[in-house]
């Protein structure tokens, strides 16, 4: 098999992005030539990387939950642990956001996506247990707390009712949310 050509590595990164930022936007706009508007290629170009909506879809969420997967390891490694949990979670809201736009223009295909969003809440969970370990291990962080409370508590944080402002107020609540975590001395 050839390797892809340079070109269309670079178109379908282009469309990636176009996407995540499109669908993040949501609402009527969300749309697939919309994307590809973004990307600055052809629908063509787009249906020739991602032949389905919902392969376009499961492509964005995949990056998103890759990349909050390297965060956390990254953050891990650098960060105190209650600032590392902070962004991580904000990082979240961001990738929530997007996925929030994704199902708006998507529902009717949810249902082919499902293994993949099982596989990604391991993974997410994982990426949280493993912060909150950290913290725990330099008692920063409370030990009574597990990933999966973590990722309950932010994803119905998340989900509250949408409207303007919806992220400003997430975080707001994420932070609150984080300093509940700090082991107080």
């Known amino acids: 098999m050839r390797k892809p050509r340079a070109d269309?590595?670079?178109?379908?990164?282009?469309?990636?992005?176009?996407?995540?930022?499109?669908?993040?936007?949501?609402?009527?706009?969300?749309?697939?030539?919309?994307v590809a508007r973004d990307a600055g290629v052809g629908?063509?170009?787009?249906?020739?990387?991602f032949p389905t909506r919902e392969a376009l879809f499961q492509a964005?969420?995949?990056r998103?939950?890759?990349e909050l997967v390297a965060l956390a390891e990254a953050l891990?490694?650098?960060v105190e642990p209650v600032s590392a949990i902070r962004r991580w979670l904000h990082g979240m809201v961001r990738m929530v956001a997007?996925?929030?736009?994704?199902?708006?223009?998507l529902e009717p295909a949810l249902e082919t996506s499902q293994p993949l969003f099982s596989a990604s809440s391991?993974?997410?969970?994982?990426?949280?247990?493993?912060l909150l370990q950290r913290g725990v291990e330099l008692g920063a962080i409370r030990d009574d707390v597990s990933a999966e409370d973590v990722m309950r508590a932010v994803l119905g944080i998340c989900y509250i009712r949408q409207d303007d402002g919806w992220q400003a107020r997430t975080i707001r609540l994420l932070d609150i949310f984080v300093d509940g975590l700090?082991?107080?001395?």
Do not use: C, P, W
């Open 64 to 66: 998103e939950v890759d």
């Open 8 to 34: 269309s590595l670079r178109n379908r990164e282009r469309l990636l992005v176009a996407a995540r930022q499109v669908f993040a936007a949501g609402g009527t706009g969300a749309s697939l030539e919309a």
């Open 60 to 62: 964005v969420y995949a």
């Open 98 to 105: 997007t996925k929030r736009g994704m199902l708006a223009a």
């Open 76 to 78: 891990a490694e650098e």
């Open 122 to 130: 391991a993974r997410m969970q994982q990426a949280a247990g493993g």
């Open 43 to 49: 629908i063509g170009t787009l249906y020739r990387h």
């Open 182 to 185: 700090v082991v107080l001395r």
